[in-house]
């Protein structure tokens, strides 16, 4: 299945690199369960429910995940390894982000989607 695809679908799918492969299986072992490995694509349960575009020079761009026991951000980088951060709530996983400017514009996403509120 090719990336493109999964994304039209909304299905939990995300291309893994190598150095950062390990760091964001756990996160998704968080709050997900891994469905599928095939090389360097893994599948889990989870739905996305925000796809953000990238941003400033580092941040190509982002997708949050609602997944049977939270929520998963993962992060694809220009520069740098991508990241993943997980919750049980929307706050918990924003919260986890390692990156202040992606949780600040993913957290906008989710006012805009009315999914979280202003005051969060």
């Known amino acids: ?3 493109i695809e999964a994304a039209r679908r909304g299905d939990g ?18 709050v997900s369960t891994i469905t599928a490995v095939d090389g360097n694509r893994v599948s889990f349960e989870g ?3 925000v ?5 400033g020079r580092d941040v190509n761009c982002y997708d949050i995940y609602q997944c049977p026991q ?8 220009n520069n740098g390894p991508n990241w993943a951060a997980a919750g049980k709530t929307l706050q918990a996983m924003l919260q986890a982000a390692p990156n202040l400017a992606v949780a600040k514009r993913a957290h906008g996403e989710l006012i805009k989607k009315n999914l979280v ?3 969060h």
């Open 1 to 3: 299945m090719e990336k």
């Open 13 to 30: 799918f995300i291309e893994l690199e190598s150095d950062s492969a390990e760091q964001v299986k756990q996160a998704i072992q968080k």
């Open 47 to 49: 739905h996305r429910i």
């Open 51 to 55: 796809e953000g575009h990238g941003f």
């Open 70 to 77: 939270g929520y998963l951000l993962h992060t694809y980088m």
């Open 117 to 119: 509120s202003m005051k």
